[in-house]
């Protein structure tokens, strides 16, 4: 009988690619002054797909990124840009590697999509490498899941130098007395929580929310009206009318309320 | 040809000025969550209903911290975040131009300060977290006394409170006992 294996042992960790001294100063040389266009090829490291169609959705006409010379080519021989999609799954490692060998020097690799930043909602799964990072060495992140077309354009535009990133990592420490302030103080807690719920089940959690909140910020202005009044005024005043129903729905149950009834 | 003409007239440029003008984005666009630490009370709520686990929670005993933090490289901008929050500390923004050459640039963080069970001393919840619930209920309350009720129940922790449970059950049996000699 063999000796324990351990699985660990039978798995390759990757080890991540550096780059030649020489080669990082030609792409220096490269970014500082870049005057021609730049030919892109898109690796899919195991990407659902997503990915692949806003990139060529930035290609069409309407947000046209070839105006800037960026063009999708069909082999990474011709390719400046490398775009790795995907969160890079075991069978796709070789392949992406091979992609990346065969793009002639300086290029530039380019992480797109949550999954290739970071493996995005695929990042815990045994079968992924989670992130191109894992495997070469890469300049520019676009997350997104998937990234828009401008954001996809502001993207290249990092990686080609042209535009400053806008992101900076930031921490916040909390201060001496630092206090959450209470939405709505001027209104009964139990009246709020339950016209909160009614909204949510009417419109759901996020446009609940905004309907919700409009309708307390009526109930809570200082104003010489009655609040009754103020309340049909919203309900009437309102074109849509699912918004209106629910702004009846909510009146109904604040008038309920305040006489002491069961919502 | 003078149709094809005049139709490319009437059509006008389609494409987009961006980026050399900024972009029009849709009015329900799922762009960057902004969080806004003053207003967070870190209940760690989001931390359970993000899906990719882009935003996380880390409690440190030693130095008494709470270290939230969210990777924007990790996340799908699918808005749970926004719905989970109580206190509406974080919302997604408009805001799509997230690329970066620093993968350490998609990190933010905040730090919070844990509160201490007055009867042990061992760190409870965040202090924010406890401030904001006792602030509730206080303002909720009927009386001093509920007050003072509600104030020992949210800044004990669960086993100082059933040790005072089993204190109080204990005197209320002396008690009965007595009564029946």
Same mark, same amino acid.
């Given at each position: 009988?063999?000796?324990?294996?351990?699985?660990?042992?039978?798995?390759?960790?990757?080890?991540?690619?550096?780059?030649?001294?020489?080669?990082?100063?030609?792409?220096?040389?490269?970014?500082?002054?870049?005057?021609?266009?730049?030919? @892109? =090829?898109?690796?899919? *490291?195991?990407?659902?797909?997503?990915?692949? $169609?806003?990139? &060529? !959705?930035?290609?069409?006409? %309407?947000?046209?990124?070839?105006?800037?010379?960026?063009?999708?080519?069909?082999?990474?021989?011709?390719?400046?840009?490398?775009?790795?999609?995907?969160?890079?799954?075991?069978?796709?490692?070789?392949?992406?590697?091979?992609?990346?060998?065969?793009?002639?020097?300086?290029?530039?690799?380019?992480?797109?999509?949550?999954?290739?930043?970071?493996?995005?909602?695929?990042?815990?799964?045994?079968?992924?490498?989670?992130?191109?990072?894992?495997?070469?060495?890469?300049? @520019? =992140?676009?997350?997104? *899941?998937?990234?828009?077309?401008?954001?996809? $354009?502001?993207? &290249? !535009?990092?990686?080609?130098? %042209?535009?400053?990133?806008?992101?900076?990592?930031?921490?916040?420490?909390?201060?001496?007395?630092?206090?959450?302030?209470?939405?709505?103080?001027?209104?009964?807690?139990?009246?709020?929580?339950?016209?909160?719920?009614?909204?949510?089940?009417?419109?759901?959690?996020?446009?609940?929310?905004?309907?919700?909140?409009?309708?307390?910020?009526?109930?809570?202005?200082?104003?010489?009206?009655?609040?009754?009044?103020?309340?049909?005024?919203?309900?009437?005043?309102?074109?849509?009318?699912?918004?209106?129903?629910?702004?009846?729905?909510?009146?109904?149950?604040?008038?309920?309320?305040?006489?002491?009834?069961?919502? | 040809?003078?149709?094809?003409?005049?139709?490319?007239?009437?059509?006008?440029?389609?494409?987009?000025?961006?980026?050399?003008?900024?972009?029009?984005?849709?009015?329900?666009?799922?762009?960057?969550?902004?969080?806004?630490?003053?207003?967070?009370?870190?209940?760690?709520?989001?931390?359970?209903?993000?899906?990719?686990?882009?935003?996380?929670?880390?409690?440190?005993?030693?130095?008494?911290?709470?270290?939230?933090?969210?990777?924007?490289?990790?996340?799908?901008?699918?808005?749970?975040?926004?719905?989970?929050?109580?206190?509406?500390?974080?919302?997604?923004?408009?805001?799509?131009?997230?690329?970066?050459?620093?993968?350490?640039?998609?990190?933010?963080?905040?730090?919070?300060?844990?509160?201490?069970?007055?009867?042990?001393?061992?760190?409870?919840?965040?202090?924010?977290?406890?401030?904001?619930?006792?602030?509730?209920?206080?303002?909720?309350?009927?009386?001093?006394?509920?007050?003072?009720?509600?104030?020992?129940?949210?800044?004990?922790?669960?086993?100082?409170?059933?040790?005072?449970?089993?204190?109080?059950?204990?005197?209320?049996?002396?008690?009965?006992?007595?009564?029946?000699?």
């Amino acid at each position: 009988m063999s000796a324990f294996i351990s699985p660990n042992d039978l798995t390759v960790q990757p080890g991540g690619l550096s780059m030649a001294a020489d080669v990082a100063r030609m792409k220096g040389s490269l970014l500082n002054n870049i005057r021609r266009s730049a030919y @892109v =090829y898109r690796v899919d *490291c195991g990407g659902c797909n997503g990915c692949e $169609i806003e990139i &060529f !959705a930035a290609i069409t006409p %309407l947000f046209d990124a070839e105006r800037f010379g960026i063009k999708v080519v069909a082999s990474p021989r011709h390719a400046d840009i490398l775009l790795f999609t995907g969160a890079v799954t075991r069978s796709m490692r070789m392949p992406a590697l091979r992609a990346y060998e065969a793009a002639p020097d300086p290029k530039i690799v380019v992480s797109y999509g949550a999954c290739g930043c970071s493996g995005g909602i695929f990042h815990d799964l045994y079968c992924v490498w989670g992130g191109t990072d894992k495997i070469v060495p890469v300049d @520019v =992140y676009i997350p997104g *899941c998937p990234p828009t077309p401008p954001a996809t $354009i502001y993207g &290249f !535009a990092v990686a080609l130098g %042209l535009l400053e990133q806008k992101l900076k990592a930031e921490t916040h420490v909390e201060a001496e007395g630092e206090a959450a302030p209470l939405a709505h103080p001027s209104i009964p807690y139990d009246l709020r929580v339950q016209l909160e719920r009614q909204a949510r089940q009417m419109a759901g959690y996020r446009q609940g929310r905004t309907i919700v909140e409009e309708f307390l910020s009526v109930l809570e202005a200082r104003d010489a009206t009655p609040v009754e009044r103020r309340i049909a005024k919203l309900a009437g005043g309102e074109g849509d009318p699912r918004r209106a129903e629910i702004f009846a729905e909510l009146a109904g149950t604040f008038s309920r309320m305040l006489t002491g009834g069961t919502p | 040809m003078l149709k094809l003409l005049r139709e490319v007239f009437r059509t006008g440029e389609a494409t987009h000025k961006y980026p050399f003008a900024p972009l029009e984005v849709a009015k329900d666009f799922r762009g960057k969550p902004e969080h806004n630490a003053v207003s967070c009370i870190a209940c760690a709520a989001c931390t359970i209903a993000c899906p990719p686990n882009a935003i996380s929670m880390e409690t440190d005993v030693a130095a008494g911290t709470r270290t939230w933090s969210i990777s924007y490289g990790r996340c799908i901008f699918c808005g749970r975040c926004e719905e989970a929050c109580p206190t509406g500390a974080i919302a997604l923004s408009p805001d799509f131009e997230l690329a970066v050459a620093r993968k350490e640039d998609l990190t933010k963080r905040a730090v919070f300060s844990l509160a201490a069970c007055p009867s042990c001393g061992e760190p409870l919840a965040a202090a924010k977290e406890v401030a904001y619930v006792l602030d509730i209920l206080t303002r909720s309350a009927a009386s001093p006394e509920e007050a003072e009720r509600a104030r020992f129940l949210v800044s004990t922790c669960p086993a100082c409170k059933r040790k005072h449970d089993v204190e109080q059950l204990a005197r209320i049996g002396v008690e009965r006992q007595m009564e029946n000699r």
